[in-house]
């Protein structure tokens, strides 16, 4: 399996409000859509059509703690200013998803009040609009407890398999997996990021030569419940 990386150029401000698909379609056309493709879309892109954007009011510090706490169900870890917190999606997170970066300023941008539902109405509405089914991944940027750095992984999906479950099939040597879960939309989200960057103004790409399931896998799926979870 050979994939390529395609970005959507020319993109602009999306603002609250704007139709997220509308500016999808243009930008899909010149790279011709095909069946195979996934769209990986930025989720701040997503927010702000949404209307998920939080204007400032007093000390921004200040402001964006007490947004951060309602934004939360729980808050896991303090350490400074920063807070790890469990969203009502059930995602671990710096912040709850809080962000200023890629947002106008004195304003904030939440996430998706359900991305799963996003990346489905996005899905549905292109296929009317363009006349192919894309599976669509809505991504976000991460930490890892284990690594250092930040990578993008899928918080909506709608059109493919989010894991891939492996055990019961062997590997190359014959033997049997009996742990081993793929995280496929999370890859894909991250393969999609080298191509988008974090300043470089591009909220989308499209992913080509997948050959892995579709289905209706969502992103709650790559969501570790509580009670699998060994380090809460």
Known sequence: MTLEVLPLLGIGAVRPGDEVVDVL???LEPLTPQDGDVLVVTHKIVSKAEGRVVEVTG???SFKRALVESEAVSIVR??????IAETKHGFI??????????AEPGTMILLPEDPDRSAHRIRTKLQRRIGID???????T?????RRGLTDIAIGVSGLEAVVDLKGTTDWTGQELHVTEV??????????????????GIPAALVRGYEGPRGEGRGRDLVR???EDLFR
Do not use: H
């Open 25 to 27: 379609a243009g930008a």
């Open 59 to 61: 000390d921004e510090d």
């Open 78 to 83: 303090r350490r400074g200013g920063l807070l």
């Open 93 to 102: 997170c710096a912040n709850a998803g809080v962000d200023r970066s890629n």
């Open 134 to 140: 894309l599976p669509v991944i809505i991504s976000d």
């Open 142 to 146: 991460f930490g890892r407890p284990w």
């Open 183 to 200: 995280a496929v939309a999370d890859e894909i989200a991250s393969a999609a990021d080298l191509v988008m960057g974090k300043a470089a």
């Open 225 to 227: 419940s509580p009670e």
